[in-house]
């Protein structure tokens, strides 16, 4: 197998993990005085007690904050235009993300703006971004998660969508947008519903799949990617079928935290960039349900084309099938898995999307997202694009 002993790291964002390590937050040195408490503008972390638990331990540690509870699941630029504005006004000097990856990604979008002028596509790259240099570095950024999917909460990157040109597109990516503090607890994960523990669970583990095949793999990245593999094959059907069992979260927590490192030494994939075009016109799209739409006619694309046989033999066993000779046998053990997840038969239409707009489809995902097409292993047209979204259509 070809190994590239070559890599790049830098991942500076101290972690606490396990359960029960929010508690710990109050006695770590927080990087200001105020902060901007960033949460989303649904109901469950004043339900499960989650913002509470994080309000006491700012107390404890003695900062005081402005809570901004408008994120919603696929964020949007007017919406970190907002939180940053409401950072400026009080003088926040920190921001702190409570909530999924959405949460986090807008977290790391007001951390740049708190600090600096204009606009946020004035600083965004994709098709219609000005890509100006940022003046001053975004101000601090400490994340705790409630989900095991994005891994955002060790990475630099967020996406963020512009409403009005439809590009759901990375922003951040600064040293300086790394968090400075991350807190992974995955009691804080309990009171995810089954479908969208799935869907998260299959974005963890979709991103480590396609840092495991991406054209920058590495030495480094494919250990990160391959136990990611390994921990989401094994417990995701089991944080599906019982939100308390605590060893599935937790594995579940940790496979979502390595993918996180996966993406900062390798990269994700053109799959990525096809789903950001998806749920960039279908915002109620959740982005993990429409990566898993996707992800079977997007690998057996690769498959079809033997780039990386054996990689894909080494993931099913990952996935823990047993008597793997073939890289087919891995969609195999990625549709079992979905089976066992109840997701294997999410349609696209449910959702509103239509055979009409792949053609669009293709196009965005390469003109808003175009750089994770150097991730796949082997070229893809744009025709091939609109005969993944065809094939996969239900
Ligand atoms: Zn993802």
Partial sequence: MDVNMKFNMYIPTKILF??????????????????????SSGKSVRENGALARTEEQLKVAGVDYVLFDKIMQNPVKMTVMEG????????????????????????????MMVNNEGDLWDYAGGKTGKRLPLKNPPVPLV?????????????????????ETNEKIGIAGYEESFPVLSVVDPELMKTVPPKYTAYQGFDALLQSI????????????????????????????RAVKDGNDREAR???????????????????????????????????LPHGAGLI???????????????????????????????????EDFIT?????????????????????????????????REAMGPLFAGNPYPMSHEDCVEIYRKSYK
Wanted: hydrophobic share 40%; aromatic share 8%; net charge negative.
């Fill in 293 to 327: 739409m996707i992800s079977r006619a997007f690998f057996e694309f690769f498959i079809d084309k033997h780039v990386c046989d054996e990689r894909f033999v080494r993931m099913a066993k990952a996935l823990g099938m047993d008597g793997v000779k073939k890289p």
């Fill in 84 to 111: 940053a504005a409401l950072a400026k006004a009080n003088g926040c000097d920190f921001v702190v993300a409570l909530g999924g990856g959405s949460v986090m990604d807008s977290g790391k979008a007001i951390a």
């Fill in 250 to 284: 937790s594995g579940m927590a940790f496979a979502n935290t390595l993918s996180g490192v996966a993406m900062v030494l390798s990269s994700t994939t053109a799959e990525h960039s096809m789903e950001h075009a998806m749920s960039a016109y279908h915002p109620n």
């Fill in 143 to 163: 994340c705790i998660t409630t989900t095991a999917g994005t891994g955002s909460e060790v990475d630099a990157g967020g996406v963020i969508t512009n409403e």
């Fill in 18 to 39: 396990g359960e029960g390590k929010l508690n710990e937050l109050g006695s770590q040195k927080i990087p200001g005085r105020k902060a901007l408490l960033v949460i």
């Fill in 333 to 365: 053990a990625l549709v079992k898995l979905q089976e066992d997840c109840g997701v294997a038969n999410l349609k696209m239409s449910d959702y509103g999307i239509k055979p009409s707009e792949f053609d669009e489809l293709a196009r965005n995902a």
């Fill in 210 to 237: 396609e840092c495991y095949i991406s054209y920058f793999n590495n030495v480094m990245s494919d250990m990160y990617a391959l136990t990611s593999i390994e921990y989401a094959g094994k417990y995701l059907p």
